[in-house]
């Protein structure tokens, strides 16, 4: 027989102040009363008792020390071998919906992690587990193992990610890990982001699938496409597709702001139909790179997927030296366009730095 919680039998040190509590004094309280002969037959005078007078009947002892050994036992959790604990595969969703507040300050993600910390302390010496993330790849955080600190130490190190969950995929790895087990069980800790019926399909399997589920449906809406480029034809403009989705039941209305490095550029009202998504190419003008940012004003039950971020490359202008005797037609031309740096001369230059372009009007070239 084997003891999963051996250090429990420290606690048999309680049989100690039983012993002492039984052994001690009894001392009667003194009462004064006018004639004991009433008293007489009743009670009589209990002498000062040694220890081996008090353990003459030690019956009740001996059971209350039975009582306090059964209960330690039970605390030490005995088992008939290693063969029967249970082999359980903790399948983690670090999707970007657990960035959702379960509690107010703290997140799905966070109350899952919480669960699952106390569900490996809970384990026996005979248990093992395994521990895998289902993101948008399903990922073996950590191998099967009986050692609770490993555990722990892989569960510290996963993070959530701003991706959708492929809840099957993490669910055929679970299978897979628990192939060589003849008592093995899934435990699926998640905010049921993803269709019901895909965990009911390996429910139906081999191995038996629990689910444990942080937090309720709230209505939401997010930024599902964003991307940014450079316009092939004009220069100094730039496109930027954008995709807002609503996955609430109810109509929904929101402004999209659209700023490049902290400056607004334009605010988009939005009035979307239950489930509805909303597609546009936006065009804008800028020879400056930066920080893109998209940003919808609403508040719904998820944060993080309510902005989103581009890069925009910074476009350099083009040094461009005119050298006339005078065209302003000319110089207003070069001025209108942002990708040029102008500067006008009144003589040809006899050199020209690399990456400079020279115009001459009007004037001879030297020889």
Known sequence: MLFNQPIAWILTALALPVVIFYVM???????????????????????????????????SLLLQLAFLFLLVAATADPGLSRKHGETTVFVLDISASMQAEND???????????????MILSFRTQD???????????????????YQRML???????????????INTALK??????????????????????AESDVESHSAGEFPVQFVQFGQSRDNIG???????????????YQVLVEVRSFSDQPTACSLELSLE???????????SPNESWKRVLDQSSIHGGVLKVQLLTEDGLESDNTAVAWL?????????LATSGNWFLEQVLEANDSVRLQTVSEVPLSVKEGEILIIHDLPVPS
């Open 25 to 59: 004094k009894i001392r009667l309280r003194k009462v004064r009363v006018s004639t004991v002969m009433f008293w007489e037959e009743a009670v009589e005078e209990r002498q000062q008792r040694s220890l081996w007078q008090t353990l003459r009947d030690f019956r």
């Open 104 to 118: 107010p300050g703290v997140s799905r993600f966070e109350a899952a992690c919480r669960q699952l910390r106390n």
């Open 128 to 146: 093992q587990a395994a521990l895998v993330t289902a993101g948008p790849m399903a990922s073996v955080a950590c191998g099967l193992t009986s």
């Open 152 to 166: 722990l130490d892989r569960l510290n190190e996963v993070t959530v990610t701003d991706s959708p969950c492929d």
């Open 173 to 194: 790895v679970a299978e897979r890990l628990l192939a060589s087990q003849s008592n093995g069980r899934i435990v699926v800790l998640s905010d049921r982001s993803f």
């Open 223 to 237: 930024v599902t496409e964003f991307q940014v480029r450079r316009s092939p034809v004009v220069p100094s403009s």
């Open 262 to 272: 902290n400056q607004l550029l334009d605010v988009i009202p939005l009035s979307l």
């Open 313 to 321: 490359p910074e476009r350099p202008q083009i040094p461009v030296t």
